[in-house]
């Protein structure tokens, strides 16, 4: 981590980390986040026990402590949006699973994708995990009265759509996880 001037020490398991979006210390909701964490992460220990799995709530603390815990994870899991630019303090090797918008063309409103091209890092891969529209057991599309969102009928469900929580998929999930936590 000399590259970012943080003094971590490489953990012993490699770190699957999660970043939990869910109900801060306000209680507070949020949009894009992933749901039914504790399953995942039972399930996710039991496919790779030599591996630490944890999810993490980065909006409940000082961001020194946000970079400690990036700077030990092997593979970083987050969703579109803000607190996915943590990414940029990942060690060398790791791998960033930004869980983001609908494949395809199917909303008007673009994947936030684009973290990979506004920070070229050469040290860290990335892995896309698109939601599949056509599993509603994917995503859950909640709207919060009082936020923006467009007036046209149509464009707000693609807004609303855009934003969803997502339920991750283990066997989808499994298949960037695997050359993730190979790679040295």
Not at 55 to 69: G, H, L, N, T, Y
Not at 86 to 95: E, N
């Amino acid at each position: 981590m000399q590259i970012h001037g943080v003094s971590e020490q490489k953990p012993a398991k490699p770190l699957i980390l999660i970043n939990d979006k869910r109900y801060g210390v306000n209680g507070q909701e949020d949009r894009r986040m992933l749901l039914d964490i504790e399953p995942l992460i039972g399930n996710l220990s039991e496919l790779y026990p030599a591996a630490e799995v944890k999810a993490v709530r980065f909006r409940d603390m000082e961001i020194p402590e946000q970079i400690r815990w990036i700077a030990r994870a092997k593979v970083f899991i987050t969703t579109q949006g803000s607190s996915a630019f943590l990414l940029v303090f990942l060690p060398a090797g790791a791998t960033c699973i930004v869980v983001g918008s609908p494949s395809g063309n199917s909303t008007t409103w673009t994947s936030f994708y684009e973290l990979d091209r506004w920070f070229p890092l050469t040290y860290v891969q990335f892995q896309r995990y698109e939601v599949d529209v056509n599993s509603i057991a994917e995503y859950e599309v909640k709207t919060v009265p009082g936020h923006w969102q467009p007036d046209n009928p149509a464009e707000a469900r693609d807004w609303w759509l855009y934003n969803a929580n997502v339920r991750l998929r283990l066997e989808r999930l499994k298949v960037l996880l695997e050359p993730a936590l190979q790679a040295k």
